[in-house]
């Protein structure tokens, strides 16, 4: 990790950014409990928050916290000490397994929410302006720290695995890439061929040689599978960015298929027995479907 002079050199710091601060060291605690407010509101965007923030006691001590970091970005010195505390925050993010991604994107609604009070006290100056240039870099700098602890994080893994784990980490890595790939093309092209079916049904059903009724649930139960196929692709797009799997797109598109079946048969009254036993194929699946839910929803 880079010592505080050297981040200082590459981020540009200068007397001038501390005495910039200084100017608005009151801003920190003027706003710290407005903007705790604003930023629990901007956590709600992220699909899992509650994965990581799972009850009242951990926001109440995390919002503490978040408040004394947003006040000390205005107050502090800019030393080995608070370089520590940065490093500190990024390892406890890294020990929780939150991803890197949140906390770069929330640096961005800190960023936002900073240059909004700025203005609105301070207007358009050229003041305001340079004490903003400051106020980024410093949010700069506190990004940077945080999110080297997730990279030493990774290399300390790799680090402590031998030549040959290594070898077998990069060779395994590259076996999985391909799949992935190849994974993603076949639902690709599987996606094409349920289009180009859904619109042969459609053919079908204007040329009247499908009857409307059971035509039209044919299509529906068509465009649930290939609605399914495309959650699949999504998911696997995510997974190949980083993300784990969710085991439940798997379930969702066995449920989307029997559900198709269901809507085609449920015209045949004389098919009463293949019916019930999909009724209880579905509610099976959906009991896994909400499980797999409820377990994927607390990891
Ligand atoms: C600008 C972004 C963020 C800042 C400045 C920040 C700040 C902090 C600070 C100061 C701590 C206490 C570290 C310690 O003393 O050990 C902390 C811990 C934590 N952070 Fe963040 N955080 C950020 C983003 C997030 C996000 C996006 C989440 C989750 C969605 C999150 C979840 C947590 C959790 C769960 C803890 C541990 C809380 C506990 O159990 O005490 N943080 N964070």
């Known amino acids: 990790m880079e010592t505080i002079e050297e981040l200082k050199v590459h981020y540009g710091w200068t007397e001038e950014d501390e005495e910039n601060l200084a100017k608005v060291s009151w801003l920190g605690e003027k706003y710290k409990e407005d903007f ?178 059971r035509g039209g649930l044919s299509i529906l139960g068509s465009v649930l599978v290939l609605y399914a196929i495309s959650e699949l692709l999504a998911e696997e797009i995510k997974h190949i960015r980083g993300s784990a799997l969710s085991l439940k797109v798997f379930v969702g598109v066995a449920l989307a298929a029997v559900i198709r079946k269901i809507l085609i048969i449920s015209l045949s009254p004389e098919k009463v027995q293949e019916l019930i036993t999909l009724s209880v194929v579905t509610l099976s699946l959906g009991v896994v479907f909400w499980l797999i839910y409820r377990v994927e929803s607390k990891l």
């Open 36 to 213: 705790i407010e604003e930023f629990y509101r901007y956590l709600e965007n992220f699909s899992d928050t509650s994965k990581y923030l799972p009850d009242e006691e951990v926001r109440k001590r995390h919002k503490e916290k978040v408040k004394g970091w947003f006040a000390s970005l205005f107050t502090s010195k800019y030393d080995a000490q608070y370089l520590r505390k940065l490093y500190r925050i990024g390892e406890t993010h890294v020990r929780i397994g939150l991803p890197p991604h949140y906390v770069q994107a929330s640096m961005n609604f800190v960023r936002n929410y900073i240059a909004d009070k700025l203005t609105m006290e301070m207007g358009s100056t050229l003041e305001a302006n340079s004490i903003l240039k400051s106020i980024n870099k410093a949010l700069d700098i506190n990004l940077d720290v945080m999110i080297n602890s997730f990279r030493e994080e990774e290399l300390r893994l790799y680090l402590a695995s031998g030549k040959y784990q290594r070898l077998l980490i990069e060779n395994v890595r590259r076996v999985s890439w391909f799949f992935d790939t190849f994974i993603i093309l076949t639902l690709a092209v599987v996606g094409v061929f349920l289009i180009f079916w859904i619109v042969y049904e459609i053919g079908l059903v204007l040329k009247g040689d499908f009857p409307l009724e």
